[in-house]
């Protein structure tokens, strides 16, 4: 498919639905090279920290996060910290990611557009 992740919408996802193949993942991650995948409890997981100036604009980035997964009715675990927002994106209902977890990643990707900074400033280490 040609179209990119942030053009594409989650679709309703049941445990029916298979998880993405390798070979689906291997077409996606490229698209979101910042994302890690991780595994916790044998569930893989898209992982992306990202660096802001202060508490402030990483509670602003969290909350348009939310908004978006609202939206999509597709929803990250978020951890905001000073100047630092973890975002983790897996589909609850497969232990596992689906398309919609990289659509997401990738919608989390414009959300922070201009609110980063590349390195972190927490001044307390
Ligand atoms: C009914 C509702 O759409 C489902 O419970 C949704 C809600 N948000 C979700 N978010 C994520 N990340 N995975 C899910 O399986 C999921 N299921």
Request: aromatic fraction near 8%; proline fraction near 6%.
């Amino acid at each position: 498919m040609s179209c990119s992740l942030t053009e594409q919408t989650c679709i309703p996802c049941s445990g029916e639905v298979p998880p993405a193949s390798a070979a689906e993942i291997a077409e996606l991650k490229p698209q979101i090279p910042a994302w890690e995948i991780i595994s916790v409890d044998g569930v893989d997981q898209l992982q992306r920290i990202y660096d802001f100036s202060n508490f402030q604009t990483a509670l602003e980035f969290t909350n348009k996060v939310g908004a978006l997964a609202e939206t999509a009715q597709h929803h990250p675990a978020l951890l905001t910290e000073w100047g630092k927002v973890t975002v983790t994106w897996w589909t609850h209902a497969l232990h596992g990611l689906h398309r919609n977890d990289f659509i997401m990643a990738a919608q989390t990707d414009d959300a922070a557009q201009g609110l980063t900074v590349s390195a972190p400033a927490n001044p307390y280490g």
